[in-house]
């Protein structure tokens, strides 16, 4: 498991906040995994939170809900120009950037957007993101909760000029939630003392007061998973 993975969820999680979702693995390590959902548009727009970014946003120009931890805070992902994808030092002396994988980087939503966006084909912008405490993936693999595939960097979603953007080409096929189905559910349950993947660079506190969400709830996705029958 590396970053740039996508996590598919199966079709037997039925658990609200990852039903129908597609992952994107953003750092995997031995202190956790952290990523973000990349099918759950909001119907907030990104000019009403973060207007310095709006322009360089992918169609469409909305927060994505990237998972249910730290939801007050914003995190950005865009994809690198084609040319600089091959070459590892693209990003020597460039602050603001880091990169994931191949073509996707993180972006640091304090930095100036003139200085960065003329290396990308463009960005996007996502509420929270989706973490995992040491094992937990690993279990909820070993429980076939998700299917993993190698990402590709472009997708159905397209920057201002109309380049792809993004790791997106799984989540067409596992795509937008069905009708009815809420935008975001529960935060899974970390077991105590467990350490939270932290939010790094690219991430950023904004008050997001304007987009409205449910309670916080706090039901793991294994107890609302649905069991596969036992042969006996």
Known sequence: MVPGTLL???VELIEPTFRRTVVYLVEHSPGG???VVLNRPSETAVHDVLPA???YTARPQALFVGGPVKRDSALCMGTLRAPLAANPRALD???GLRRV???VVMVDLDADPSEVVSLLDGVRVFVGYSGWSPGQLAGELARNDWMTLSAL???RARGRAGRPVGPGAAA???AASPAGHP???REPELSAGARQPGCSAGARRENLAGWAHPPEQTEHVRHNRTPPERST
């Open 153 to 155: 960097p472009a997708g």
């Open 33 to 35: 995994s952290l990523g």
């Open 53 to 55: 970014w709006a322009s």
């Open 172 to 174: 067409s096929a596992h």
């Open 183 to 185: 935008p975001i559910g």
């Open 101 to 103: 994988q191949g073509r």
């Open 93 to 95: 002396g460039v602050r």
């Open 8 to 10: 598919v969820s199966s």
